[in-house]
């Protein structure tokens, strides 16, 4: 466990946290005025290891050999100039902070943005320490400037994190769907309806990364993924990206508690730990591991784990009854990766640098229009 202090003036800004890995949705900009909860679990922090936020340098700035050191291959619109380590916590675990007045920090019609820098101070020594985010459309954060905080230890911050089987004993999918609402709708209430419901922003940012490690593995050649939910989810954005014919290459899911992947598999649909960040391997030959987070990568190994079952005799506790409370409804259009996710996991890959790569990267809008993404 950690608290955050002000670097100024060592007040205390933060409940005890603990750390995760930084969400692969964390930056993720969701459709037009869509109310989106919290970013982060109560009591925890991620760290964002990469500059993050004002001042932006646009792309022709950018020298290439400066652009490749920061691990950025193909053109992006701008790199971030501020310092590296930004922290991310939920803003009800703030403390001892005031909003700065007169500085909006940058929104829309619903919000702040923190475009415009830091608009959180500490309440004691009055130092700009944080950037409030509560904007339509994106995750509701409050990040840390990691040069106005500093991280103090406390008891048991050092305690070993859950092992891959504590995960799969204890872990919880993260559903493929969820209602979702505008802000400030008038009709809030009847926004959580059937027609409410679509993919949830979670899996099409997770899937916008897979997809951009899936098309780096395939040196161009089809790729064929597992039916059900996993076809549902990369299959058709696969199939419009890649030529047609064979040879194909395949990708299984491969994990903790699954059967050990088959040899013509040539890449592996893994998790990724919630906590450390690490990517789960299998012991044997190498192959190309396509990380998932650990809630998505389980819906997907367990595709029916938290589905109704057809029951007889006398109902048991927790089963769900189809006459007063039935399955949450399919959203009413095909599933469609997150391109802002998809393009900052594809231009960070070197294999980027292939032209046919570079294409996929420069027609993007086009594919937007097509309704691939």
């Known amino acids: 466990m950690f608290v955050f202090v002000c670097a100024n003036c060592d007040a205390g ?26 970013l982060m679990e109560s009591g925890t922090f991620a760290v964002e290891p990469e500059p993050w936020g ?36 939920a803003p009800g675990d703030a403390c001892g ?6 500085n909006g920090g940058g929104g829309y019609c619903c919000g702040l ?37 500093r991280r103090l230890p406390l008891d048991g911050a050092g305690a070993a994190p859950p092992s891959w089987s504590e995960l799969m004993a204890d872990g919880k999918g993260t559903p493929p769907f969820e209602p979702t609402a505008d802000w400030g ?49 990369f299959q058709r954005a696969l199939d419009a990206l890649l030529p047609a014919g064979p040879p194909a290459r395949y990708a299984v899911l491969a994990g903790p508690g699954l ?25 044997g030959p190498a192959r190309y591991l396509v990380p998932l987070p650990f809630g998505i990568w389980l819906r997907l190994a367990n595709p029916g784990a938290e589905l109704p079952v057809p029951t007889s005799g006398t109902m048991p506790d927790g089963a769900l009854r189809d006459d007063f409370d039935p399955p949450a409804p399919h959203p009413r259009h095909l599933f469609r990766a997150d391109p802002e996710a998809f393009r900052r ?16 990267v420069e027609s993007l809008t086009h594919h937007l229009i097509t309704g691939i993404f």
């Not at 902070?97 to 007169?102: A, F, Y």
């Not at 059937?194 to 780096?216: D, F, I, K, M, N």
């Not at 013509?264 to 012991?283: D, Y």
């Open 97 to 102: 902070t005031v909003l700065i007045p007169g």
């Open 259 to 283: 059967p050990a992947p088959s040899a013509g598999a040539s890449m592996l649909l893994v998790p990724s730990h919630p906590q450390t960040g690490e990517t789960w391997a299998p012991a």
């Open 185 to 233: 709708s008038r009709t809030a209430v009847a926004q959580w309806t059937h027609y409410a419901w679509s993919w949830s922003p979670r899996w099409e940012a997770a899937a916008g990364q897979a997809l951009a490690h899936l098309l780096a593995a395939s040196d161009g050649q089809p790729v064929i993924v597992p039916q059900g939910l996993a076809g549902q989810v």
């Open 54 to 89: 004002p001042p932006w340098r646009r792309w022709e700035e950018i020298p290439p050999d400066e652009a490749a050191a920061r691990g950025v291959y193909a053109p992006v619109r701008g790199l971030s100039d501020g310092a590296p380590g930004a922290v991310v916590i």
């Open 113 to 149: 943005d923190g475009e415009a820098g830091p608009n959180v101070a500490c309440g004691a020594c009055a130092l700009p320490v944080a950037s409030r985010i509560d904007d339509c459309s994106l995750w509701q954060a409050m990040w840390l400037a990691p040069n106005a905080v």
């Open 13 to 38: 800004l933060t409940i005890p946290l603990s750390q995760v890995a930084l969400p692969v949705h964390a930056h993720q900009k969701y459709g037009n005025g869509v109310q989106l909860p919290v």
């Open 345 to 360: 996991a594809l231009v960070r890959l070197p294999a980027v640098r292939s032209p046919w790569l570079r294409e996929i």
